[in-house]
């Protein structure tokens, strides 16, 4: 597949900046936590019993 041909191990690793940005955006009770849930499913796949919010 793709991720794998191009050596991507993770599509949304733990680094500070991805931290950051989570919590800003994905946060349970923020404006943007639909948003970023979309943004997921589209890269992830949707499997929204998998997703904690």
């Known amino acids: 597949n793709l991720l794998e041909s191009n050596r991507i191990g993770e ?3 733990q680094t500070t900046n991805n931290a950051r940005l989570a919590r800003g955006f994905c946060s ?3 404006v ?4 970023c849930m ?3 499913f589209l ?4 499997d929204p019993y ?3 919010s």
Do not use: E
């Open 11 to 13: 599509l949304f690793p």
């Open 28 to 30: 349970d009770g923020s």
């Open 32 to 35: 943007t936590q639909s948003i």
């Open 38 to 40: 979309t943004f997921v």
């Open 43 to 46: 890269f992830s796949g949707q």
């Open 50 to 52: 998998q997703f904690n």
